[in-house]
């Protein structure tokens, strides 16, 4: 196949793509492997079992003997959690009965309600991007005219989700051990005994483990891998939408092909971080089709010339995110609180090219 060029990837409007041109690059990538995926389970779940012998064996003589094999045990659990979230799309196998049962599984170890959470992450593909429809499973994001407009004690409550250390040390801990333990009321009734199953089944694994190796040790390597990981998931998930150059829009100017290519990142990650991540930084292309498998993602970034035009950001340029906090739609440009002082002077900065 052929590459197709920038020009016919383009349409004649600014900031407008043309879905014919990505649409017959992508469809080859789309059809998983089956020995990828199960090559993928092994070298995933069988050296994080090993890494859980390993950090129960090292409690018996100093319990930070194992904050290394902890972190990389978090890196293989972030890994799992992208089985599960590719499952979640039905692309990482054939069979809807695979893909369900594995993403149950795997949702178990990741503390995340397979179905449940499935519900959640099509809501945010379908309104990634667009300003009417920050929903379920999106990053609390206000908009410069909502925050001056907002109580004093709403700004606060968002100054305070925004804060670096609650969003990536706080957060992140309390949506997977205990947010994910309930469902919301939109949920149907499928996806709420989704929840209540998973939590059985978190309950049945800890008596398990527990009983095998000690209460204490338990709860001493879960916790501390999953705090190791879900922050790690949290920042991906962070920087995957709001970096420097994101382009939001409400939802008449909202494009299903732009909010993917220019609304979310090509977070170019250090070889062995994107292996851990499953390629999830090749998240405009994630985003442009949710049913190629994460281990073709890379592929097919690479077989579209367009798709490279995309603006990487590194691990050093995605720092940046956390000082942007406000989508300001006269600009159209994430902006931090500084911002605010140029507004008493009369001033707004100009969108970045």
Same mark, same amino acid.
Not at 51 to 67: H, Q, V
């Given at each position: ?40 389970? =092994?070298?995933?779940?069988? @050296? &994080?079992?090993?890494?859980? +012998? ?5 409690? #018996?003589? $100093? %319990?930070? *003997? ?41 949702? =178990?170890?990741?503390?995340? @309600? &397979?179905?449940?959470?499935? +519900? ?5 593909? #379908?309104? $990634? %991007?667009? *300003? ?41 801990? =309390? ?18 005994? $989704? ?159």
């Amino acid at each position: 196949m052929s590459d197709v060029g920038h020009d016919s990837f383009m349409t004649h409007e600014k900031g407008q793509f043309n879905p014919m041109a990505w649409k017959a690059v992508v469809a080859t990538y789309q059809r998983p492997s089956l020995w990828r995926s199960i090559f993928q389970i =092994v070298n995933s779940v069988v @050296p &994080y079992a090993a890494l859980w +012998f390993l950090m129960d064996k090292c409690l #018996a003589f $100093s %319990g930070w *003997l194992i904050a290394p094999l902890a972190i990389l045990a978090a890196g293989f659990l972030a890994r799992i959690f992208i089985i599960h979230h590719d499952c979640g799309h039905g692309s990482f196998f054939k069979s809807r009965i695979a893909n369900d049962v594995v993403g149950f599984i795997t949702g =178990v170890l990741t503390f995340t @309600p &397979y179905q449940y959470w499935r +519900f959640e992450h099509a809501v945010h593909h #379908a309104g $990634s %991007g667009d *300003l009417d429809r920050r929903d379920l499973g999106s990053v609390w994001t206000m908009t410069v005219e909502e925050y001056l407009a907002a109580p004093w004690w709403k700004q606060c409550a968002y100054r305070v989700m925004r804060n670096p250390v609650v969003l990536l040390l706080v957060a992140p801990s =309390v949506l997977f051990l205990v947010s994910h333990r309930f469902a919301s009321a939109r949920a149907s009734k499928r996806d709420r005994y $989704s929840v209540y199953w998973t939590n059985l089944a978190i309950l049945a694994t800890a008596g398990g483990l527990s009983l095998m190796m000690g209460l204490k040790a338990y709860l001493v390597i879960q916790l501390s891998v999953i705090t190791v990981a879900s922050a790690a998931g949290v920042w991906l998930f962070y920087v995957q939408h709001q970096f420097e150059g994101v382009n939001w829009q409400r939802h008449g100017e909202w494009d299903y092909t732009t909010a993917a290519l220019e609304g979310s990142s090509f977070y170019k990650l250090p070889r062995i971080l994107q292996w851990f991540s499953g390629n999830i930084g090749f998240h405009h292309i994630h985003h442009l089709n949710p049913r190629i498998p994460n281990y073709n993602l890379e592929k097919c970034h690479n077989k579209g010339s367009m798709f490279q035009q995309v603006k990487a950001i590194t691990l050093r340029s995605s720092l940046k995110s956390l000082s942007l906090h406000l989508w300001d739609e006269s600009s159209q440009t994430l902006v931090g609180y500084g911002y605010l002082r140029t507004l008493r002077k009369g001033e707004r900065p100009v969108k970045l090219l």
